[in-house]
Structure formats: structure tokens, C-alpha cells
């Protein structure tokens, strides 16, 4: 019996001491610095140690410098490459932190109020119709088991690709008395069905009973240029259909210079939007060839300039941004870029492309007066923070128009198809 005393009395002291070293702020100190940094050349990085704690780069003639303070590191990045930092207590070693050292790497921000038209893989079947026929009304479409979001991508072993298409088909098909054969793509997999358009006896033509669509249109915001392969990536955020709310699966597409005319303002419960149009030449300035979570991305054939930053700026990773006063790039009149303040309120670094990745607050006194914060059509906004883009205006939120959420700009050139991670040279080696 009193050995399981003992016992009990042991394992509280040792429970105790375990959260006095968890609050032991050096203890603190030393879990909130990372197993592994990653920077840029010539950027920096700063964390917090105790007094006795001291750090120490492995290699000589290193690309990254240490500049210590009684209770602080900046780890500085020279040259892109990999190496250690090791800390030390009382000549202990206690953790060892990887360095890796990015190349240089800078794109234009954007902000460029942009027309956006989008030609879908084959066409898209936004919803059913009955057709009138001598036997009642019916929709062949649903009786094949084709649903809402469905693509027809080929009928009769024909790829289909826009919406003249399909008809002769159809027509041919009624007056043989021949079912289609239909190629559907659905978000669950691929798969055949026979249709047999049916005669309207009210129009006298035949009918599949669907309504389809080959082609969407709208409006955003440009986020980033990339000078050297003209890759862009603009919006933050997929674009679906307005019917059935499905990421439209892309085949190609066009984006357009354009002009906003009017804003609706948004309030609580009704966010607002940018009334824009096409400019009127309709040139077009790049192409569309993916349509993602992320945004929509393709390549530039015209200049596009933004006439507020049209200089290349370094990026930041999801791990360096803050929370603290930033600055959007967007159009609230005409086709003139403006520079509006915002603040980071909050923002989680990602080791794995998210779309949520920051929460904005617009502060600035001009914008709020004008739009309400956040409207739809500045989705792809870029955020600058310290001389760096960090990312792009995403989605509003609904009961506060004030505020929305960000995406990380390194995910947005992920999806573009720009390796800002170049294998580092190893100095250990």
C-alpha cells in the first residue's frame, strides 16, 4: 500500500514538472522554432531564445549568416543552397534546424479588372425540359440518365465541342427513328448511354429534352504575372457553373481587358459586386487552359500593365506572412488600378496547398465607402505585405462584408506551373 503511494506521489511531481517545463518560457522558446526554414535569397528570418541558448551555422563559407542578440536569431539567406543551424545550450547541443536557401524569385503583381470566357470540354447539361410530344410530355435526356452537371463529350463516336454540334444529330436521329449514342462525363467517372430524341409536335422538330451550355462568362481581378514565361495565374478561386454549381471542366478559354461601369455596394447578408464590361475591341490578352480551386492560370500575349506596380516583386511563403497592414491592388472605376489598405487579421502557415490560408479586413476609408469591403470581381486581388505578394483576394463573407479570405500566392504559382522550389545546391556537401 505505501509503495503505491510512493508511487502516486512520484507521478504527480514528475506531471507537475512536466507543465512547468512546457511554461518554462526558454522551454517555449525552443518548440516554437522550426525543425526547418525556408527563405529566399536576401530575405531574412527572426525568432526568439534564451539568454544561454546559442546558434551556429554547420558549414563554413556559408549562404546564410547569423546575427545574434542576447534573446534573439535573424538566420540571413545570401545565396541559395541547403545547411544546418544547430543550438546549443551550455555547449549542448539541443535542435537542429534545416536551412534551405530559394533562388531570387519575383513576379509582377497584378490587380487588372479582366473579362474571362471560358469554352467548357464538350457541352454541359445545366438542366432537363419535358418535350411536348403526340404522347405527353417527356424529357428523353432524363429517361437516358443523364443528370444535371453531366458533359457530353461525343455522340455517335463524334467529339462534340460546342453547342452547333449536337444538333444535327439530333435531327438525324429522330427522322431514322435511332437512339444516340451518348458519351457522358460525369465528376463520378465516364459513361455511355443510348438517347432517343423525341418530335415536338407543337414545334415540329426533335428534341433531346436537355438544356445545354458550352461556354461561361464573367468577370475577376489578375493576381500575378511571371516575366520571363508569361504565365498568369488570376481570381483564387474555381469558376462553376451558375446552374449547377460544378467547377466548369475547361477546354480553353480567353480573358479580355475590361471596364467596371458601376458597384453594387455590399452589406450584411448581401455581399456586393463589380458591374463591368468587355472593353470594346474585346482583344484578347492571354488564354485560359486550367481552371482550378486555386484560380484560372494560362499565358499572356499582350502586355499588361497595371500602371501602380508594374515592377517585379519577391514573393512570400505561407510561413512568412503576418498578421498585421497590407495592401490590395484592384479597380472600383473604369479600368484604373488602385492601391488600398487592408489588414492580415489572421493566417495559418501550409505545408499543403489550401485555398483558405488568410483572413482579411479591408480598413481602408475610400474602398469602404465605395464597395463595402469585399464585392464579387475583386476575387483574385493581389495582397502585398513588406514589399512582397503574399496572395490573393479569394471569398467575402457574407455577414461581413468588411472581411473575407486569402489564398497563399505560393500555391497560386503551384498551380500555374512554376517551380519556385529549384533544388538548392547542398553547401554541406
Known sequence: MKLEIVRKIIGGILLVSLFSLIFFQPMREYLSVPKDITLFEGQDFSFKKAAFVSASVQTPNSNITLDQESHSVAVKASENGKNEMLLEFAGIPIKKVDVNVLKDFRVIPGGQSIGVKLNTVGVLVVGHHQVNTENGKKSPGEIAGIK???????????????????????????????????????????????????????????????????????????????????????????????????????EDGQIVRSTVTSIEKGSNGDPGEKLARFSSDREIVGNIKKNSPFGIFGELNKELKNGVLDKPLPIALSHQVKEGPAKILTVVDDDKVEEFNVEIVSTIPQKFPATKGMVIKVTDPKLLEKTGGIVQGMSGSPIIQDGKLIGAVTHVFVNDPTSGYGVHIEWMLNEAGINIYEMPKNKAS
Open 148 to 250: 444535371v452537371g453531366d458533359i457530353i463529350t461525343e455522340i455517335n463516336g463524334n467529339k462534340i465541342e460546342k453547342m452547333a454540334d449536337v444538333a444535327p444529330f439530333v435531327q438525324s436521329a429522330g427522322q431514322d427513328g435511332k437512339p444516340l449514342e451518348m458519351a457522358i462525363s460525369r465528376e463520378s467517372g465516364k459513361f455511355t448511354t443510348k438517347l432517343t430524341p423525341l418530335k415536338d409536335k407543337g414545334e415540329n422538330s426533335y428534341k433531346l429534352g436537355l438544356y445545354i451550355r458550352d461556354s461561361a462568362a464573367g468577370i475577376g481581378t489578375m493576381t500575378f504575372i511571371h516575366p520571363q514565361s508569361k504565365k498568369y495565374g488570376a481570381l483564387g478561386h474555381v469558376i462553376s457553373d451558375m446552374d449547377t454549381k460544378q467547377p466548369i471542366v475547361v
